[in-house]
Structure formats: structure tokens, C-alpha cells
């Protein structure tokens, strides 16, 4: 079993920056990709950040160069440094982990609950 915790969301004027953490417990070991998309409601959920066990990183093409991914621990927390926020960015913004129990299976995905960002004035 894996849990998936997000925290760190609200409210922040546009310009600003938020820092969103997520932390996984349970059997992290075998994890092999950590990230965050964010979902506005009725449209689908958008990469915005993922790291993999090798600590490739990926961004969605919205936030690069004003987002930051980063882990101290990986498989047990991960990070989003969120600066520059536009109004756009506010959204629902979703931790998950790829996870493989076997070499041989898939990698399934787990999510977090979601936190709640709003850029506004």
C-alpha cells in the first residue's frame, strides 16, 4: 500500500509563488516516477512536473522556467516550487507516484487527494 498526501495549496496574487509538498507513505521502494499535474474542472489533468528515480525531470511546456520539481527523499516526498503564478495556473494540483511491485507488471499509477491553488487578485 502507498498513500499520496498533498499539502501547501491556497490562495496567492498573480506574481506571487507557493510551494506544494507531497508526501508518500507505505512501500516506497518500489516507485520509479514522482510528479504533480493540476486539473481545472470539466477539462482533463495536465503534466505539470514529474521526476523519475533517476531524477530525469520533465515539464509540462506552461511552467517551465517558473516551476520547480525537486526531492530530498525520493519515493518519500517531493516538491513543487511554484513561481511567477499566472491566474492560469490556479487549479486542482494532484501528487502521484508510478509504482512497479514486480519487474514484470506495469507501473501503476497512485494519486493524491488533490490541494487547491488560486491565483487571484
Known amino acids: 500500500q502507498v498513500h499520496v498526501v498533498e499539502s501547501g495549496g491556497g490562495l496567492v496574487q498573480p506574481g506571487g509563488s507557493l510551494r506544494l509538498s507531497c508526501s508518500v507513505s507505505?512501500?516506497?521502494?518500489?516507485?520509479?516516477?514522482m510528479g504533480w499535474y493540476r486539473q481545472i474542472v470539466g477539462q482533463q489533468r495536465d503534466l505539470v512536473a514529474e521526476?523519475?528515480?533517476?531524477?530525469?525531470?520533465t515539464y509540462g511546456d506552461s511552467v517551465k522556467g517558473r516551476f520547480t520539481i525537486s526531492t530530498e527523499n525520493f519515493g518519500h516526498t517531493v516538491d513543487l516550487q511554484m513561481n511567477a503564478l499566472k491566474p492560469e495556473d490556479a487549479a486542482v494540483y494532484y501528487c502521484?507516484?508510478?509504482?512497479?511491485?514486480?519487474?514484470?507488471?506495469?507501473?501503476?499509477?497512485?494519486w493524491g487527494q488533490g490541494t487547491q491553488v488560486t491565483v487571484s487578485s
Open positions: 502521484y507516484v508510478d509504482r512497479r511491485v514486480f519487474v514484470a507488471d506495469p507501473l501503476v499509477r497512485i
Open positions: 521526476i523519475t528515480r533517476g531524477l530525469a525531470i
Open positions: 507505505g512501500s516506497t521502494s518500489e516507485i520509479y516516477i
